[in-house]
């Protein structure tokens, strides 16, 4: 009686060190900003430092200048008045989708980055919007569209590759219970 007791009690422990385990060392959202907050680094302004960039009056330029300042929310609502021309969507949606997420509007920002990813011709180009793409799923909490797209640009070999492998290794130690344990244990 006294071994099937013992039993008992411990596959109930472990059953309870398991739950909470799991339900503490997951990716949760809270993680997944932090991720998101350590790794944006919203580029430089690729649309008005072209040399043969000559308009200082245009809505765009306008809107480029408030986000060289920082001013996501001002930039963006400058960006929502500019009517962009064929050539100039794919940075539109880029420079939008950076402005809607430093603006915590990460679901917009989203469908401007995929928007964005599938205009571009360039490969640096669509790379980094799937970069940020990656970076905004995080901010909204998506792990599995953030892992999907970290993976992808890890596979095609991107500039952004290294970060992307750091942040799926992070990824992957929040969500293992185990693997979060045994690093505690080796600190």
């Not at 330029?61 to 100039?88: C, H, I, N, V, W």
Request: aromatic content about 14%; glycine content about 2%; overall charge negative.
């Amino acid at each position: 009686m006294s071994k099937l007791l013992f039993l008992i009690t411990f596959i109930l422990f472990a059953f309870v060190a398991t739950w909470f385990l799991t339900e503490r060392m997951k990716a949760p959202e809270d993680a997944l900003q932090n991720l998101y907050e350590a790794n944006i680094k919203p580029p430089m302004n690729y649309w008005t430092t072209d040399p043969s960039f000559t308009d200082t009056i245009s809505l765009q330029a306008q809107a480029m200048s408030l986000y060289d300042k920082g001013e996501y929310t001002l930039a963006l609502e400058a960006f929502q008045r500019y009517e962009p021309t064929e050539k100039d969507e794919a940075l539109y949606n880029l420079y939008l989708g950076l402005c809607y997420l430093k603006s915590d509007f990460g679901n917009l920002a989203v469908t401007h980055f995929i928007e964005a990813g599938d205009l571009f011709k360039k490969f640096e180009m669509i790379q980094m919007s799937k970069w940020y793409l990656a970076l905004a799923y995080l901010k909204v909490g998506q792990e599995k569209e953030a892992v999907d797209n970290l993976k992808k640009i890890v596979e095609v070999n991107a500039s952004q590759r290294y970060k992307a492998e750091e942040i799926l290794k992070q990824i992957d130690v929040a969500s293992n219970p185990i693997k979060s344990l045994m690093l505690v244990l080796a600190d």
